[in-house]
């Protein structure tokens, strides 16, 4: 089994590449989508729209930064330009944001496609608590956010993580 935060785990060993050491047994069968034909393709339809919504600002964004970095703002008078910088900052951030939702996106079209669209990755890894609870992820949780992989609390959990692995990685 892949444990990938093992907090409660009786795992010893501090090495935090321990998954490299032996292949990986094989995960659990993904459980089937609940979700039918016809509510796969409105989320379909969702993810597709909201793609090209993203993709297109994205593009706009981009451009917008790159006019703004073409100007002739030089690092003397950067204080000048001080809130113009901040601006820019601030859009190269959103859109590495919504290049990872729309990276989000598109795995999650891949998982309509498959079959498992609406199932929480973590709930399916850890069996003993997909049999308290299901796998699957709330409608209504997937019409808020359709590209979502978790359920609400393996969302936070895994938000958790990312954050910890990029302190990590900042302290490399
Ligand atoms: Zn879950």
Not at 48 to 67: C, H, I, N, W, Y
Not at 113 to 124: A, I, P, T
Not at 150 to 163: L, M
Request: charge should be negative; proline fraction near 6%.
């Amino acid at each position: 089994m892949v444990k990938k935060s093992s907090k409660s785990s009786s795992v010893k060993k501090t090495s935090i590449t321990e998954s490299s050491k032996e292949p990986a047994p094989p995960p659990p069968p993904m459980p089937k989508s609940k979700l039918t034909k016809d509510e796969l393709k409105q989320f379909r339809n969702a993810l597709l729209a909201l793609r090209d919504q993203l993709t297109k600002q994205v593009g706009s964004m981009e451009s917008e930064a790159l006019t703004k970095g073409d100007s002739d703002v030089s690092v003397d008078h950067m204080a000048d330009h001080g809130s113009e910088t901040f601006d820019q900052d601030f859009t190269l951030g959103l859109i590495e944001n919504e290049e990872r939702t729309i990276q989000e996106i598109d795995e999650a079209l891949d998982r309509i496609e498959e079959g498992h669209y609406g199932v929480c990755e973590r709930c399916h890894e850890s069996p003993a608590k997909a049999n308290k609870i299901a796998p699957h992820i709330p409608k209504a949780r997937l019409e808020a956010i359709p590209w979502t992989r978790f359920c609400v609390d393996h969302a936070r959990e895994a938000e958790r993580d990312r954050e910890v692995e990029e302190a990590q990685e900042d302290e490399e």
